[in-house]
């Protein structure tokens, strides 16, 4: 079991950064794939941003490519999104995911449903 929490989201005008942290107990993070997703509203849950199980491999949703960066910070079992460059349609619910098995340490995971433990969630708004 792993549970994750998110933080770091808020209010900022569009060109800004923010950066997400999705902090983690029980487990520990450097063994999982991770994934970031977001839900506006109305909308469906969608992919934002994966990691690999050894953190070599990322891959981004094409809106958010360049400008969004996901890393780990494997000592204080941390995950963390960057988001410069911020748009009023990055505004959502952000979550941070951990799939619990992953046979392929390089592979990385596009999927709600491929992820087994969520996060709370943190609001990002983006004005104009």
């Known amino acids: 079991q792993v549970q994750l929490v998110e933080s770091g989201g808020g209010l900022v005008q569009a060109g800004g950064s923010l950066r997400l942290s999705c902090a983690a107990s029980?487990?520990?993070?450097?063994?999982?794939?991770m994934g970031w997703f977001r839900q506006a509203p109305g909308k469906e849950r969608a992919f934002v941003a994966a990691i690999s199980r050894s953190g070599d491999s990322t891959y981004y949703a094409d809106s958010v490519k360049g400008r969004f960066t996901f890393s780990r910070d494997n000592g204080k079992n941390t995950a963390y999104l960057q988001m410069n460059s911020l748009k009023p349609e990055d505004t959502a619910v952000y979550y941070c995911?951990?799939?619990?098995?992953?046979?392929?340490?390089?592979?990385?995971?596009?999927?709600?449903?491929?992820?087994?433990?969520w996060g709370q969630g943190t609001q990002v708004t983006v004005s104009s």
């Open positions: 029980g487990r520990t993070l450097s063994t999982y794939a």
């Open positions: 995911a951990v799939r619990s098995w992953a046979l392929y340490s390089g592979r990385t995971y596009q999927g709600a449903n491929e992820y087994d433990y």
